[in-house]
Nanobody, 121 residues
């Protein structure tokens, strides 16, 4: 059974940083692809970052490139996301997701956390 639980988020001032954590259970952490997605009100869910175990390197969407850092702690089965210099357009519900392969489309990810709201003002 795979479970993903996000924490962090909340209200952040523009120009500041946000930090999110995702606790993962099950073998997906070491054998699957894990990533962060976000969904703003009225918009489609979009991938923010991804961590593929095969490459060991994170991928970032263009809109956070240079501002985001995704790291993982394999000993704790934790995935982290930090975004610096956040702007109001970063306001969204952020989700941790995992799947057996690394894809752009949210529909390809079988496991999701409950989501955590981030509001930038």
């Amino acid at each position: 059974q795979v479970q993903l639980v996000e924490s962090g988020g909340g209200s952040v001032q523009a120009g500041g940083s946000l930090g999110l954590s995702c606790a993962a259970s099950g073998d997906i952490f070491t054998n699957g692809c894990m990533g962060w997605f976000r969904q703003a009100l009225g918009k489609e869910r979009e991938r923010v970052s991804m961590f593929a175990p095969s490459s060991g390197r994170p991928y970032y969407a263009d809109f956070v490139e240079g501002r985001a850092t995704t790291t993982r702690d394999t000993a704790k089965n934790m995935l982290y996301l930090q975004i610096d210099n956040v702007q109001p357009e970063d306001t969204a519900i952020y989700y941790c997701a995992a799947g057996r392969g690394c894809y752009t489309a949210p529909s390809k990810y079988a496991y999701w956390g409950q989501g955590t709201q981030v509001t930038v003002s």
